[in-house]
Structures are given as structure tokens and as C-alpha cells.
């Protein structure tokens, strides 16, 4: 029973937690309001990776640890690509993964945007040219965004989020 | 540790069937044995007998002048320093030794593909690498296939065309999982047989993310094939691109300054210190406990700060080079990293110890996922997964690379071979790499951090432990650029004791399971 009324009553501290990062939370609440403004709530984002060296999902995976803590901002992993807003391609699209990433494509709802995520998915790394990739995503999808990296930052990652939000919204 | 060299015991294990004599050294401690195909044959069961493990089997053309395709058979003994390779000649039929050596599967498959190489009696015959959506006879890594983009497959399914074992009877269902997943994780298709609630059979296939990293390296220059091992596996970018320098190096006869090598393992631990974080935050999640999960990812997220700090790369890329480093870190910043990891420890043990108390953690780790350790030879099962098993091996000290000859430390072995025994060999890799970090940060000497090397003809191989266990790596170059250059990763063997591992335990154990072993996709698929 004094747990329970401590849990109300008692301020909660978490000293354990981080200070944070101001410069990715400035930027985060601006893509909040951004978000806010295109598409009314939140927006969706489905990850998918086509042949990358991993280390792309690895900060997209970032993304969601307490430093980060993206859905603060209004802006979710989701599961499913019918859920999906966005599809977010890493890696150079492989021959095994190609007809997955458009079937993946496929099942979202428009109107929907890909971004290619990473050197690899820009189609500018080493692995392109050889027998096992196509190249980059745009090779099969049409790709409104690249964010260039190998990989990119978590910063440099919510940094184009919101320039894309902000040219969405001028349209 | 005293560790035996393995030349000296296989002079006496090969006479007099085989002179020893006939043993050539290569660059680093890998002794070379041409054998015909009666010698092979009989060689082969003597090996398995006495405990040799297959860690390696793959082919190349044009190798000691026979210009047909060669096989390397890699093995190595528990607990000897050095590896024995057997060169094949495949002028007469090539017999499958998966039955004598279970991990052999995997290799002559992807042999198969490769080369187009039949292996006589070989049970498994499905491709490996090339999926369905490859045309029939297309084999890469022939010399005389130019690499170049191919066009767009056709929408083939891979459904009617990769038979998956059946199980059936009644009450029998599957599951098929992938190659999609539904978080942000690499692709693999997962197909589980269940009745009721257990796992029956589980088979894995892999390789959806196949790059053809091996056939880029060909031709290439050296600084090329950095970037090839950089590739591999993006968090396993300082294993790997070390066992690519330290191959450069052995052919080159090149020894990098101390102070590189002090940083370098510096690096090479602060790799361990947050992949094995992540794996362990990974875990508390799947059993619902992210509050620790929460903590432990925060740690993380502050050593990949400091890896920045340390190579300017959040996953070590871009620093470890032939001949030693490509940018000094300096002193300043290292001794700042071990003032931190001091606090580091604290904030790490605590977390631990909380989540080790919570009931609901124990009873989901223990007893589940058991790998048998039958099983670690056949399979060669390696790194974390091999030493929750029972097997006390560790590259590091097995053989014993870079700096790790001079550093006093013993592996963490645990006998049950479950998920908690897992988590604790991790834990336990923490502390101790963080008394290693701190041990070489305390003496770290000055001087230069890099020296000249001009390519050499010769070969190599290299073996070192990655966080997920030991890797493979073994180079050619001729007249400066690459002949060949493989990589076998730990993730490669480890795949397979997961099949093993989920058998009995039910299906929502199989995250939990995936993740205290955590494998690279990317790694094994190459």
C-alpha cells in the first residue's frame, strides 16, 4: 500500500537517466511541429533493409534509446508496411532481397515516400557494381529522399527527417 | 596459459602415414598440407577422431600452379595455437566430408554455387548464397566471370523452387517468418515446425542480403580491400578490418609500432564493450524488462559516443589500417575514456545486479535455449555461445594476436549452455575488457602510430575473436593487388547452432534466443 501511494504521490526521479542532447532535442520538437503540420499527428515509419552492412538499422535502432527517444516527436516504427507512411530502405538493393523490397513497397498505402538511408542505399558504396546488388534503391523504387552516410548519425538522420518534412510542407 | 603449437603435435599425429615434413608455414601460423584424394580420405576420419574442428573450407583457382580450383580445408585444434590447412586439388571427384564434419555443409554448399564444384555423396545439395532469382550455372566466383550488375530478376518464388524440410503428422503446423521482420533487423527467412506449443524443427535460410563482397575484393589494391572487410559486418568493423591488416601485414613481413597495436586493442575491446551491451540490453528487453533494457542502452549509446571520439566513426570504421592506424588518437582522449569506463563499471554492475534479481528475468533465461556441447566441434560453434557451453576457447588466447600474449586474463566459461549462462559469459567479457582497456591505457607508449608497407606476394591466414566469436580471414595477394581474399565470420557457424538451440523451447523463446546469441546477417551473408 505505501509503494502504491509513494508511486502517486512521491515525485518521480530518475537519476540514472541521462542530461540528454539539446541540439537533437531542438531539432526533434522542430520536426514535431513539422510532422504535426503535414500529416495532422504522427507519422509512420517502416524500416527495411535490403543488403546493408547492418550498421544503418543499428542507428535507426539508436534512434529509440533514451538518448534519442524519437517518439517523443511524434514519429514511430511501425511494424507493418501497411501502416507505414514512410519506408526506409538501408543497404544496396540485393538480387535475393529485390522482389521482397517491392512487394514490401507494394503493400503500403499511398500516397507513401521512400528514403534511402546509408552510402549503400544511395547507391554510392563500394558494394555497387557488382554481380550481387542492383545498386541503389532507386534502381527499383522510386526514392524522394537519400540521406548519404556510412551510416548516418542519429543527428544527421532527424536532420533530413525534418528537411524533408519542411519541403513537404511548402507543397 | 601455455598454449601448444600445433606444428610440433602434428609432426608426431601425421607420421608415418604423411611426412610431416611435407608441412609448409605460411605467413602467420598456418601450416599448408598438399593431399591427394586417398590421403585426404584417410586423413580426414584420424582428424575428426582427434578433435580437429573444420573452421574453414573454401576454393580458389590458380593456386601453387595448378590453375583448376583449389580447396582449403581449415582446421584447428582446441586449445593449440596455429591451424592446419589441407590443399585439394579437385582433378578427381571431391567427396563431401559433411558427414565427418557436420560443418562442412554449409562450405561445400556455398563452394557449389561459387564454383560450380560437385561434392560426391553431399546431402544437401540447395544453393546457399544464390537464391532462385540467380540463372541455373551461374557460378561468380570462377576467374573467367567478369564481375558486372546483372539485370533485374524475374519475380521468381522462392516458396516453390527451396524445398524446406517437411514435418507433418498431426497437429504438425509452420510458421514462416521473413525474410521481412517486423522491427528494424536484418532479412532471414525463419520456417518453424510446431505442435502445440514446442518447437520441432526449425530451419534457417540466409543469405538475402548476399553482396558479393568476395568477388569485389578480386584485382582489387589493398586500401580497396579494407573497405571490403569494413563491409562485412558494420559492428564488427574493427575485427575485422584488424584480421584484414594483420594478413596484409604477415605477407608483407610488416609489424606494426607498439603504441598502434596498444590502440588497437583498445579499440578491438571498446567493439566487445558495446556489442556485448547491446546484446544484453537486447535481452532484458525480449523478457519485458526495459527499464534495464533502457539503462544498459544508455551505456551503449555513450561508448559509441566515445568510439566517435576515439576513430571519428560511431562503429570503429575507418582507422585500423595495414602497417598500424590512420589517425592517432591521442593520449588526452584515451585517459579521459578510462576515467569514464571507471564510472562506467559502477553504472554497469548496478544494473546487472538489479536485473539478475528480478524473478521474472531468471525464470525466462534459465533453461532455455540449451546449445549441448556435443554439439560445439561438429558445428564449430564459437565466441560466447561456445564458452556458455562449456568450451574454454578464446582466439584471444588460443592464438594469441596483437597484444593479447602480454595481457593476463581468463575466459568465462559456464557449463549450461542456456540463455542466462549467456548472459552472464557476456557480462562477465565486460569486466573483463574494461580491465584490459584500462590496463593498456595506463601504458601507453609514444611514438609513431603507423609504418610504410609496399604489397608483397603471399598469402595468410588470420584468425581473431570478434565480440561474436572467432572470425576467419585469409588473404592472396599477388603483384600488389588481391587474388583472393575470404572471410568466413563467427556469425556463419553460430546460425546453425540455433536450429539446435530453439528445439523443445516454445516459439515466443525464439526472440530471446535469436538475440543472447546475436548473429550478423550481414556477416554470413557476405
Not at chain 2, 580420405?41 to 595448378?66: H, M, Q, V
Not at chain 2, 546457399?128 to 564481375?147: D, G, Q
Not at chain 2, 528487453?285 to 551503449?300: E, F, I, N
Request: glycine share 8%; proline share 6%; charged share 25%.
Amino acid at each position: 500500500m505505501k509503494n502504491v501511494l509513494n508511486n502517486i504521490f512521491k515525485p518521480k526521479v530518475c537519476r540514472q537517466m541521462p542530461k540528454g542532447d539539446a541540439d537533437f532535442d531542438k531539432l526533434g520538437f522542430a520536426l514535431k511541429t513539422e510532422i504535426h503540420a503535414v500529416f495532422g499527428r504522427s507519422l509512420a515509419i517502416r524500416a527495411l533493409d535490403s543488403g546493408s552492412d547492418n550498421s544503418a538499422e543499428i542507428e535507426l535502432n539508436n534512434l529509440s534509446n533514451p538518448y534519442y527517444d524519437i517518439e517523443r516527436f511524434g514519429l514511430s516504427f511501425v511494424a507493418s508496411p501497411r501502416h507505414a507512411d514512410i519506408l526506409i530502405v538501408t543497404g544496396a538493393v540485393s538480387q535475393n532481397m529485390a522482389i521482397a523490397v517491392r512487394k514490401t513497397f507494394d503493400a503500403m498505402p499511398s500516397p507513401k515516400l521512400v528514403i534511402a538511408l546509408g552510402d549503400d542505399a544511395c547507391g554510392s558504396s563500394i558494394v555497387c557494381g557488382g554481380y550481387g546488388v542492383l545498386g541503389g534503391v532507386d534502381k527499383i523504387l522510386p526514392v524522394d529522399l537519400k540521406i548519404p552516410g556510412n551510416p548516418p548519425e542519429p543527428i544527421q538522420i532527424i536532420t533530413a527527417l525534418l528537411g524533408l518534412m519542411r519541403s513537404l510542407g511548402k507543397k | 596459459m601455455k598454449i601448444p603449437d600445433l606444428y610440433t603435435y602434428l609432426s608426431e599425429f601425421l607420421s608415418p602415414a604423411i611426412n610431416p615434413l611435407r608441412l609448409e608455414k605460411g605467413a602467420n601460423k598456418d601450416y599448408y598440407l598438399g593431399l591427394d584424394w586417398a590421403e585426404a580420405a584417410a586423413l580426414y576420419p584420424k582428424l575428426a577422431e582427434d578433435g580437429f574442428g573444420l573452421i574453414g573450407l573454401f576454393g580458389l583457382e590458380g593456386f601453387r600452379g595448378y590453375e583448376g580450383l583449389s580447396l582449403l580445408y581449415v582446421f584447428e585444434k582446441r586449445n593449440y595455437s596455429g591451424a592446419l590447412v589441407i590443399i585439394r586439388r579437385t582433378d578427381s571427384p571431391v567427396a563431401s566430408i559433411a558427414a565427418i564434419f557436420p560443418s562442412a555443409c554449409y562450405f561445400e554448399r556455398e563452394i557449389r554455387d561459387g564454383y560450380g564444384c560437385e561434392f560426391e555423396n553431399a546431402f544437401d545439395r540447395r544453393r546457399l548464397w544464390l537464391h532462385e532469382t540467380y540463372p541455373a550455372n551461374f557460378h561468380p566466383l570462377v576467374k573467367s566471370f567478369k564481375n558486372q550488375p546483372l539485370s533485374l530478376p524475374a519475380g521468381v518464388e522462392d516458396e516453390a523452387l527451396y524445398p524446406f524440410k517437411k514435418v507433418s503428422g498431426e497437429g504438425v503446423y509452420e510458421v514462416g517468418v521473413g525474410p521481412v521482420h517486423a522491427g528494424i533487423i536484418e532479412p532471414g527467412h525463419f520456417r518453424f515446425s510446431a505442435i502445440g506449443e514446442p518447437v520441432l524443427n526449425l530451419e534457417i535460410r540466409l543469405f538475402y542480403k548476399h553482396r558479393g563482397l568476395e568477388k569485389l575484393a578480386v584485382g582489387r589494391d589493398i586500401d580497396f580491400g579494407l573497405k571490403i572487410a569494413e563491409s562485412v559486418s558494420g559492428d564488427e568493423s574493427a575485427a575485422n578490418t584488424y584480421a584484414y591488416s594483420s594478413a596484409v601485414e604477415h605477407i608483407c613481413s610488416v609489424r606494426p609500432p607498439r603504441r598502434a597495436e596498444q590502440l588497437r586493442l583498445i579499440l578491438l575491446e571498446m567493439e566487445r564493450l558495446y556489442s556485448h551491451l547491446s546484446d544484453l540490453s537486447g535481452m532484458l528487453t525480449d523478457v519485458a524488462y526495459p527499464v534495464g533494457a533502457a539503462a544498459l542502452m544508455a551505456l551503449r549509446e555513450e561508448l559509441m559516443r566515445w568510439n566517435k571520439r576515439l576513430s571519428g566513426s560511431r562503429f570503429l570504421k575507418g582507422i585500423i589500417t595495414p602497417g598500424g592506424l590512420l589517425r592517432d588518437i591521442p593520449a588526452g582522449i584515451v585517459n579521459e575514456l578510462a576515467d569514464y569506463l571507471r564510472v562506467f563499471e559502477g553504472r554497469f554492475n548496478q544494473q546487472v545486479e538489479k536485473a539478475l534479481a528480478k524473478t521474472s528475468v531468471v525464470d525466462r533465461f534459465e533453461t532455455t535455449g540449451i546449445i549441448n556441447n556435443r554439439l560445439l566441434v561438429p558445428l564449430n560453434i564459437t565466441g560466447v555461445a561456445a564458452r556458455a557451453s562449456g568450451a574454454d576457447i578464446d582466439t584471444r588466447l588460443n592464438q594469441p594476436y596483437g597484444l593479447y600474449s602480454e595481457l593476463a586474463f581468463e575466459p568465462p566459461v559456464l557449463p549450461e549452455g542456456d540463455v542466462m549462462a549467456r548472459f552472464k559469459v557476456r557480462v562477465s567479457e565486460v569486466q573483463t575488457s574494461l580491465g584490459l582497456i584500462l590496463q593498456t591505457a595506463s601504458r601507453l607508449s609514444a611514438g609513431e602510430y603507423i609504418v610504410p608497407l609496399k604489397p608483397q606476394n603471399g598469402y595468410s591466414l588470420v584468425l581473431v575473436e570478434s565480440p561474436r566469436g572467432q572470425s576467419l580471414h585469409w588473404l592472396w595477394l599477388r603483384d600488389g593487388k588481391i587474388e583472393r581474399y575470404k572471410v568466413r565470420t563467427a556469425s556463419y557457424c553460430n546460425w546453425q547452432a540455433i536450429e539446435h538451440a530453439v528445439l523443445g523451447d516454445i516459439i515466443p523463446d525464439f526472440p530471446l534466443i535469436n538475440k543472447s546469441l546475436n548473429l550478423s546477417y550481414a556477416g554470413t551473408d557476405l
